[in-house]
């Protein structure tokens, strides 16, 4: 069983800075990893799928990372409307998330 | 537009059964593998199962592995869970979802809006 560590668990930050999440594998899953946001009361929306493709209709303020066990997802300069939780996801073997990293903005 | 509408949530007393249906529009059914993942509440995500897009092959989470059943008709662009023996364990809203791309076990680029399944005397 793959287990997927995301941190960290709460995140706060300012309108313009920049946010930077991170998720570990607990074995190497390539670069199957995508990244998912849940705003209250809604499914989750993807976001980044392969470490580093933004899906489609994604701003450009979102990227994400990494390969093997280490990945991360940043987001440029952050918006009001990108307070939300954060999923990351493996496919690797079945299905995976992490536990999740909230972000809120000051 | 692609759309995912799930169905047939509600409450239901421990070891009882209930079926979950999902209605799909705007993409060709039977090309994609389709997901049920659920989300208990105020916790995360948990993969529950997968069928492929002929309905050839299943997969099952270990948690719900010879209660739950997933199957699909493709004539009516439908996706079924048939969840048997449920516990408190179970109570969560389930998301059916899309595979991005043919090509099977896939990120998910496409969720419905939910429906909540509750367990409780």
């Known amino acids: 069983e793959i287990v997927l560590t995301q941190s960290p668990a709460t995140l706060s930050l300012s309108p313009g800075e920049r946010a930077t999440l991170s998720c570990r594998a607990s074995?190497?899953?390539?670069?199957?990893v995508a990244w998912y946001q849940q705003k209250p009361g809604q499914a989750p929306r993807l976001l980044i799928y392969?470490?580093?493709n933004r899906a489609t209709g994604i701003p450009a303020r979102f990227s994400g990372s990494g390969s093997g066990t280490d990945f991360t997802l940043t987001i440029s300069s952050l918006e009001p409307e990108d307070v939300a939780v954060y999923y990351c996801?493996?496919?690797?073997?079945?299905?995976?998330f992490g536990q999740g990293t909230k972000l809120e903005i000051k | 537009e692609v759309q995912l509408l799930e169905s047939g949530g509600g409450l239901v007393q421990p070891g009882g059964s209930l079926r979950l249906s999902c209605t799909a529009s705007?993409?060709?059914?039977?090309?994609?593998?389709l997901n049920w993942v659920r989300q208990a509440p105020g916790k995360g995500l948990e993969s529950v199962s997968a069928?492929?897009?002929?309905?050839?092959?299943?997969y099952y989470a270990d948690s719900v592995k010879g209660r739950f059943t997933i199957s699909r008709d493709n004539s009516k662009n439908t996706l079924y869970l048939q969840m048997n023996n449920l516990g408190a364990e179970d109570t969560a809203v389930y998301y059916c979802?899309?595979?991005?791309?043919?090509?099977?076990?896939?990120?998910?680029?496409?969720w419905g809006q939910g429906t909540l399944v509750t367990v409780s005397s």
């Open positions: 979802a899309k595979d991005r791309s043919a090509m099977g076990h896939q990120s998910h680029d496409f």
């Open positions: 705007g993409f060709t059914f039977s090309s994609y593998t």
């Open positions: 069928i492929t897009g002929n309905g050839g092959s299943t």
């Open positions: 074995q190497s899953v390539s670069t199957y």
């Open positions: 392969d470490a580093s």
């Open positions: 996801q493996q496919r690797s073997n079945w299905y995976a």
